[in-house]
């Protein structure tokens, strides 16, 4: 079993900025991509940004250009910063983690932008 553990939300004001963590323990052979989606009330969860093992990245086009996604292989954690925050970034936001043919979620981790 794998365990994905997600900190760093919470509130912040249109314009600033957080840094999402994601660390994976347990039986961990080689973890491929990792990411991250959000869910916003009322809403499907959506695509945010992916990075494969290699470190090629996907980032979407509502956040590209603010957030940027990194990994620490070493310690299997996967990083979202966000900068420029808007009111619409307001989500759950879970990471996520394939290894092999399964891909393990985190629990979530709320981000709020308001003022």
């Known amino acids: 079993q794998v365990q994905l553990v997600e900190s760093g939300g919470g509130l912040v004001q249109p314009g600033g900025s957080l840094r999402l963590s994601c660390a994976a323990s347990?039986?961990?052979?080689?973890?491929?991509?990792m990411g991250w989606y959000r869910q916003a009330p009322g809403k499907q969860r959506e695509l945010v940004a992916t990075?494969?093992?290699?470190?090629?990245?996907n980032v979407v086009d509502a956040v590209k250009g603010r957030f940027t996604i990194s990994r620490d292989n070493a310690k299997n954690t996967v990083y979202l910063q966000m900068n420029s925050l808007k009111p619409e970034d307001t989500a759950v936001y879970y990471c996520?983690?394939?290894?092999?043919?399964?891909?393990?979620w985190g629990q979530g981790t709320q981000v709020t932008v308001s003022s």
């Open positions: 347990g039986s961990i052979f080689r973890l491929n991509a």
């Open positions: 990075i494969a093992s290699g470190g090629s990245t």
């Open positions: 996520y983690a394939r290894m092999i043919s399964t891909i393990y």
